[in-house]
């Protein structure tokens, strides 16, 4: 088929989502055209199956806020009529879904039919989409989409509460590549960082304020007072500033570091001991299925769709929003003991693999068959 995809191009879970996917179709021979404002981060490298046609936004005087939403219609109607694209599917609702309910219009003008589908990821329906300033015009272009889906069960139930449509939604639950995570740690870059062979604890998010990355902090160093340990904080975001700010006053917290934006998270898990969660809500928390395919177990809040990938006791553990002692109580139980912690780790690993490439995208080509 010949499938267009729309995206956030950055490093947020959608994003990265929507870009293993295509990369992931085209690998099954899929043509897949990529539509979006700038090359997404994921996707690096020449695939012969892969195009990506970038959304340009032309700035005129009277523009206070340059009209990206027609600028991406218009570029999903010439990719479609250009490329002979079967359906168009977009990944989160604002504004990609309204977008193209418009290209869907034009081109039933012009005589074609372009099925689409809309999936949902979290924030597009737990906080944005909801905000009256939005609310309208997502749920209108949600019962528009021809196929609905949401990225969790938790997810599903969100939408129904918080929006008024009847829409049957589909749960697809993201997917990991399995091999890109499990690799063999490497073993000089663990000296590097932990060369006492302190444990190493990884958090990785955009650092918005749902992600409590403060409460990871505070887990460390109640944790670290009993482990050797070392934090590595990847990602940025508006709460960086006043964290670094923090740990750069406080005690023990030399062991924290702030690696930024890391394009080669793979190489990073693999040397992890533990995976840190702390999110008021997470619709599902790629990050952490990723951390479990590189064999390191979660200790995460039990927010949002979490229990559906981290199970209590087995891959890691779950705590209510905001118990950091209750976490860093349960990391030392994950730490303390090799056999424990080995057992965790073989635990998430096989629970990653239940959400492994070959188990999710053939129930995305599903229902690209029933949409076409
Ligand atoms: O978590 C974020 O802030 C990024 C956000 C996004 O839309 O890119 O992630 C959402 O989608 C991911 C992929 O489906 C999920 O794994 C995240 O849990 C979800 N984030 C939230 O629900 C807060």
């Known amino acids: 088929m010949n499938i267009a995809i729309v995206c956030y191009p950055t490093f947020g879970g959608s994003g990265v989502l929507a870009t293993e996917l295509g990369k992931a179709l085209a690998e099954k021979g899929h043509d897949i055209h990529f539509i979006t404002y700038q090359q997404p981060v994921r996707l690096s490298g020449f695939h012969a199956n892969i195009f990506y046609h970038e959304v340009r936004v032309p700035t ?3 523009f206070d806020f340059p009209p990206y939403e027609t600028a991406l219609a218009s570029a999903m109607v010439d990719v ?3 490329h002979n694209i079967d359906l168009l599917h977009v990944h989160y609702a604002i504004p990609h879904a309204s977008a193209a309910y418009m290209a869907k219009q034009i081109l039933l003008k012009q005589g074609k039919r372009l099925p689409v589908i809309t999936t949902l990821h979290g924030t597009d329906i737990t906080l944005v989409g909801r905000d009256k300033t939005y609310s309208p ?3 209108f272009s949600m019962e ?3 196929i609905l889906t949401a990225v969790s069960e938790n997810l599903k139930e ?3 509460k918080n929006f008024k449509i009847i829409k049957p939604i589909d749960v697809i639950h993201n997917f990991v590549d399995i091999n890109r995570f499990n690799k063999k740690p490497v073993d000089a870059f663990k000296k590097l960082i932990a060369p006492n062979n302190e444990k190493i604890i990884v958090h990785a998010s955009n650092f ?3 992600k409590r990355v403060k409460d990871v902090v505070d887990i460390f160093l109640l ?3 009993k482990i050797p340990s070392k934090l590595l904080l990847i990602g940025d975001g508006p709460e960086r500033a006043e964290i670094e700010a923090f740990t750069r006053s406080c005690e023990n917290c030399g062991e924290i570091k702030f690696l930024g934006k890391q394009e080669q998270i793979e190489d990073i898990l693999p040397i992890s001991d533990l995976f840190l969660l702390p999110s008021e809500y997470e619709s599902f928390g790629l990050a952490a299925l990723e951390a479990m395919a590189a064999e390191v177990p979660v200790v995460s809040t039990n927010a949002g769709g979490l229990p559906e ?10 705590s209510n929003v905001g118990d950091v002692v209750e976490m860093s109580e349960n990391a030392i139980k994950i730490l303390s003991d090799e056999n424990i912690h080995q057992t965790f780790k073989s635990n998430a690993f096989l629970q990653a693999k239940k959400f492994g490439i070959d188990k999710i995208v053939p129930q995305y080509e599903a229902l690209y068959k029933r949409v076409v």
Do not use: Q
Not at 311 to 318: A, D, R, W
């Open 208 to 210: 918005r304020k749902l």
């Open 158 to 160: 969100e939408t129904y």
């Open 223 to 225: 944790l670290n007072k």
């Open 309 to 318: 990938i981290n199970i209590n006791g087995i891959t890691g553990f779950m």
């Open 144 to 146: 528009e989409s021809d």
């Open 137 to 139: 015009v997502v749920t």
């Open 80 to 82: 479609v009529n250009n």
């Open 60 to 62: 005129y005087p009277l």
